[in-house]
C-alpha cells in the first residue's frame, strides 16, 4: 500500500508539487503522467526518501518514510529513469549486495530466477559498465524486485529497452501486482499505461489534475480509440488550466 | 554500521584492483606503469648528484630548520585550509554519487550508516594517500610507521575538518548573523592586505616572520590547538611517548569531528544532495571532455559571431564562447597568480631568475596551465565527429581549435612577464620584451604539441579515481615528451640565434629575430604534424 496524504515539496520557494494525496492499493497499478516538470520525478523520489517533503506525509506498507524511513525503505523497491549502477561490480555483485541490504537470505535461487527472466543469465559476472542501456535498466529492475517489495515505484522504465526487454518488463510488473505489489510508473508513453495500469494520475504544475481508474478517466472523455482516448484526455486535462488562465 | 554497506565497501574496492589489474596487464597499462615507476626511480635514485636537488628533496635542507618551519607554517595552513572551505564551499561535505543516491539513499540505511560508509570510503583513499607520502614525510618522522601514521590521521582530519566546517555553516545559513560572512571577510582580508604591505615597507621584517610571531603568541597557540596536535604528530620523530600522546589527541579530534558531522548531516542533509547533483554534472560534464566549471546561468548573452576567416572563424569563436562561459573564473584565478609573481617573489625573496622560480614556472606553464585551462581539442572529445563532418580543411580547424587556448595562456604570460617586471629589478624592458615576442611561439608549440599527442593517443582527462597508474604514468610521459620538444625546438631557436651573432657580429636584434622566425618555424612543424593527427583521427575508436 503506498499512500500519500497532502504532500507538498518547495524548492527556495518554488512549488514543485502542491498538496498531492492518492492511495495506491496491493495490486493496482498507477500511472503517473504530466508534461515535463509537472512534480511526477519529484513525487516518486520523496516516496523513496531521498527528497523530504515540505510538508505532507508518505506511507509504504503504513510506515512513514520520513519517521520510520528504515522500515518503509525495506518494502521499497525503486527503479530510477537512469539506471545508475557501480561500475567495478558484475552483475552477480549487484544482486548480491542487494540481498545483504534488504537481508535477504538464500538470494541465489531467486537472483538466478531473475536473471533467467530478464535474459541476463549469461552476463552474470560481466562488469556493468560493458552493459548497454537497456541491460544496466533490466539489472536496476532485478536488484529492485529481489526483496518482494511491497510497493514499487518505476521511473520511464521502458527506456532503451529492445522489443523483449519492453515485453519481459511488462510481464513481470503484471506479475509483481497479482502477487500483491502496488505500483507506480512514471512514463510519458501513454501506450504504456493503456496496457499496464489500473489507475491513471495526471500531474500539471505540480497539482493533480485527474485522479481514478483507467476505464473512468477513459470514459470521461468518451472515445470509443482507446489510444486516442488516453492521448485526447491527456491532452484536454493538462491544457484545462492553460486556457482558464487565458 | 549496516553489515551490507561494508560488504558493498569490500566489493567495490575488489573491483576497483581488479580494474587496476586489467589496466595493468594491458600493453598500455604496462607500459605507462613502467614509464612512471622508472621515472620515480631515477628521481629518487639520483637526487644524490643532482646539483639543486633540494628542489625535490626537502631532506637535503637543514633538518632542524625543517622542524621549525613545519612547526611554524603547518598549523597556519591548515586554519587557512579551513577559512577557505567555509569561505568557498559550494560542494557537498561527503560527495555521493548519482548511483549511491539511487541504491543507498532508497535502501534502508540510516544516514549515520551511510556517513560512516563514506567515511571508511575516504579512509581507504587516505590510507593509500598516507602510503605514498611515506617517502616525502619519513626523513621528518623518522620511521615509516610514523610517517604513515602522521600522514593518514591530518588525511583524516583535513577531510573532516572540512566537512564540519563546512556543514556547520550550511546549517547556520539561515541564521540573521550569517549575514555578516562577507564583511567579516573583507575585514580579514584588509587585515591580511595590511600585513602584507606593513612587512614589504618594513626593512627587517618579512610576512613569514609575521606570521611566525602570530603562530608563537599565546592568542595564536589558542587558535591553532587543533591544528598543532596535527603539527606535532610529524614533529614526534621516534620518541614513542610524544607520538602517543599526540596520536591519542588526533584520534579524539578526528572522532569529535566525525561526530559532529553525523549530528549536522541531519540540517543540511537537502541542500547537500543539490550539492550532490551539481557535483556529479560536473564530473560527467568532465569525462565528456567538458570543463568542471560551468555557467549556472539558464539564459546568457549570445557573443557577437566572428569573421568566417574561411572556417578558422567559427571554430574559434565556438571556443571563445566556452572559454566565457565555463572558464572565465579559471581564466581570472590564472590571471590573478600570474599578476601576483612579481610581487611574491619580490616578498620572499626568490629572484624569477632563480633555478626553483624557473623549474616553478616552467611546470606551471607546460603543467599545471594546460591541464587546468582546457579550450581545444582535448575538451572536445566527443565531438570530433562534428569537427570530422565540417567543410574545412582540417589545418584549419586545427588552427580554430588552437587561437583561443594559445591566446589566453599567452595573456596569462604576458601578466606575469610585466609583473616581474615592474617588481624585478634585474628584468629589464628589453629582455621583458624579447621575452613577450618569444611567449606566444613557445605557447603555441606547447598546446600544438598537446594536442598532437591527444589526437595521436585520445584518453580521458580525469583520472579512474585513486591510483589510476595508466592515468598517472601518461601524464608524466606526456609531460616529458612536451619537455623534450621544446627543449629541442628553444635550442634550435638559441643556437641559430647564436649562429647570426657569431656570423654578422652585430647586435642582439638580428640574432633574436633570426631565433624567433626560427621558433615559428618549429610551430608551423608542430602545426603541420597536429593536422596530420587530426586527418588520422578515428571516432569511432576514441569512444571504447
Known amino acids: ?86 561500475d567495478t561490480l558484475t552483475v552477480w555483485e549487484h544482486l548480491a549486495f542487494t540481498a545483504a541490504a534488504y537481508k535477504v537470505a538464500d ?34 529492475i532485478a536488484c529492485a524486485f529481489l526483496h518482494n517489495p511491497k510497493a514499487i515505484l518505476f521511473d520511464e522504465p521502458l527506456t532503451g529497452l529492445d522489443p523483449d526487454g519492453i515485453r519481459s518488463i511488462q510481464q513481470a510488473i503484471r506479475e509483481r501486482a497479482s502477487e500483491g505489489a502496488a505500483i507506480i510508473i512514471s512514463s510519458h508513453l501513454l501506450s504504456l499505461f493503456e496496457t499496464l495500469c489500473t489507475h491513471l494520475m495526471v500531474l500539471n504544475l505540480g497539482e493533480c489534475r485527474r485522479f481514478g481508474t483507467m476505464s473512468d478517466v477513459l470514459a470521461e472523455f468518451g472515445q470509443s480509440d482507446s489510444n486516442s482516448a488516453l492521448e485526447a484526455a491527456y491532452f484536454t486535462i493538462t491544457q484545462e488550466k492553460e486556457r482558464g488562465d487565458v | 554500521m549496516d553489515a551490507a554497506l561494508l560488504k558493498l565497501l569490500v566489493m567495490r574496492m575488489r573491483g576497483g584492483l581488479r580494474l587496476r589489474l586489467m589496466q595493468v596487464i594491458s600493453l598500455r597499462g604496462a607500459l605507462f606503469l613502467l614509464a612512471m615507476v622508472g621515472i620515480v626511480w631515477l628521481l629518487v635514485a639520483s637526487r644524490d648528484t643532482i646539483p639543486n636537488a633540494e628542489l625535490l628533496d626537502i631532506a637535503r635542507f637543514d633538518p632542524e630548520a625543517i622542524h621549525a618551519r613545519i612547526s611554524t607554517f603547518m598549523p597556519l595552513g591548515l586554519l587557512g585550509m579551513t577559512l577557505l572551505t567555509v569561505v568557498l564551499t559550494t560542494g557537498p561535505s561527503f560527495h555521493y554519487s548519482p548511483t549511491e543516491i539511487n541504491f543507498l539513499f532508497v535502501g534502508p540505511f540510516s544516514r549515520r550508516d551511510l556517513i560512516l560508509y563514506k567515511f571508511i570510503a575516504y579512509a581507504a583513499g587516505a590510507g593509500l594517500s598516507a602510503a605514498l607520502i611515506i617517502p616525502f614525510a619519513q626523513a621528518q618522522t623518522g620511521s615509516v610507521l610514523t610517517a604513515f601514521l602522521a600522514a593518514f590521521l591530518t588525511l583524516l582530519f583535513v577531510q573532516l575538518n572540512s566537512a564540519a566546517a563546512g556543514m556547520a555553516w550550511q546549517a547556520f545559513e539561515g541564521n540573521r548573523l550569517a549575514r555578516l560572512k562577507w564583511p567579516s571577510m573583507a575585514v580579514l582580508f584588509v587585515f591580511a592586505v595590511g600585513a602584507i604591505v606593513y612587512a614589504a615597507a618594513a626593512p627587517d621584517q618579512t610576512i613569514f616572520d609575521l606570521l611566525s610571531e602570530l603562530r608563537h603568541s599565546w592568542i595564536g597557540t589558542v587558535i591553532l590547538i587543533p591544528y598543532i596536535v596535527f603539527t606535532e604528530l610529524f614533529l614526534a620523530r621516534t620518541q614513542s611517548s610524544h607520538l602517543a600522546f599526540w596520536g591519542i589527541m588526533a584520534v579524539l579530534i578526528n ?30 560534464r568532465m569525462k565528456q571532455g ?14 557577437p559571431n566572428a569573421p568566417t576567416l574561411a572556417g578558422v572563424g567559427p571554430i574559434a569563436w565556438r571556443q571563445a564562447i566556452k572559454a566565457v562561459r565555463n572558464s572565465s573564473k579559471v581564466i581570472a584565478v590564472f590571471i590573478v597568480v600570474a599578476a601576483c609573481a612579481g610581487p611574491l617573489a619580490a616578498v620572499v625573496g626568490i629572484p624569477i631568475t632563480d633555478d626553483r622560480a624557473l623549474v616553478m614556472l616552467l611546470f606551471f606553464f607546460a603543467f599545471i596551465l594546460p591541464r587546468t585551462l582546457i579550450c581545444d581539442f582535448r575538451g572536445d572529445l566527443s565531438r570530433m565527429e ?41 628584468l629589464t624592458a628589453p629582455v621583458a620584451l624579447a621575452l613577450a615576442l618569444f611567449a606566444l611561439p613557445l605557447t603555441f608549440l606547447i598546446y600544438a604539441v598537446e594536442n598532437t599527442i591527444f589526437l595521436l593517443f585520445p584518453a580521458k582527462l580525469v583520472p579512474m579515481g585513486r591510483a589510476d597508474f595508466e592515468f598517472l604514468g601518461r601524464a608524466v610521459v606526456e609531460f616529458i615528451v612536451k619537455m623534450v620538444i621544446i627543449l629541442v625546438a628553444v635550442s634550435a631557436a638559441a643556437g641559430v640565434g647564436t649562429f647570426t651573432f657569431m656570423t654578422l657580429r652585430t647586435t642582439w636584434v638580428l640574432p633574436g629575430m633570426a631565433g624567433w622566425l626560427t621558433m615559428i618555424l618549429i610551430t608551423g612543424l608542430a602545426t603541420i604534424a597536429m593536422q596530420y593527427a587530426f586527418r588520422r583521427f578515428v571516432v569511432a575508436e576514441a569512444f571504447d
Open chain 2, 290 to 303: 567538458g570543463s568542471f566549471w560551468a555557467t549556472e546561468r539558464i539564459e546568457v548573452r549570445s557573443i
Open chain 2, 255 to 284: 572522532v569529535a569531528l566525525l561526530w559532529a558531522v553525523v549530528r549536522l548531516d541531519g540540517r543540511t542533509s537537502e541542500r547537500s544532495l543539490k550539492d550532490n547533483a551539481r557535483l556529479s554534472d560536473r564530473w560527467e
Open chain 1, 1 to 86: 500500500m503506498i499512500k500519500v496524504t497532502n504532500f507538498s515539496k518547495h524548492y527556495n520557494g518554488f512549488a514543485a508539487v502542491k498538496d498531492l494525496s492518492f492511495t495506491v492499493a496491493p495490486g493496482q497499478i498507477l500511472g503517473l503522467v504530466g508534461p515535463n516538470g509537472a512534480g511526477k520525478t519529484t513525487t516518486l523520489r520523496a516516496l523513496c526518501g531521498i527528497v523530504p517533503p515540505t510538508s505532507g506525509h508518505l506511507s509504504i506498507a503504513d510506515h512513514d518514510i520520513v519517521k520510520a524511513p528504515i522500515a518503509a525503505k525495506h518494502n521499497l523497491g525503486y527503479i530510477p529513469d537512469d539506471p545508475r549502477l557501480f
Open chain 1, 107 to 140: 538470494f541465489e535461487e531467486s537472483a538466478e530466477e531473475l536473471l533467467r527472466s530478464f535474459t541476463l543469465s549469461h552476463k552474470r559476472d560481466t562488469l556493468v559498465h560493458n552493459l548497454s542501456r537497456g541491460m544496466r535498466q533490466k539489472v536496476a
Open chain 2, 386 to 426: 562534428t569537427y570530422k563532418m565540417l567543410p574545412i580543411a582540417p589545418w584549419r580547424i586545427c588552427m580554430g581549435q588552437l587561437v583561443v587556448q594559445v591566446l589566453l595562456a599567452y595573456i596569462v604570460a604576458l601578466t606575469m612577464i610585466v609583473s616581474v617586471l615592474l617588481f624585478e629589478d634585474r
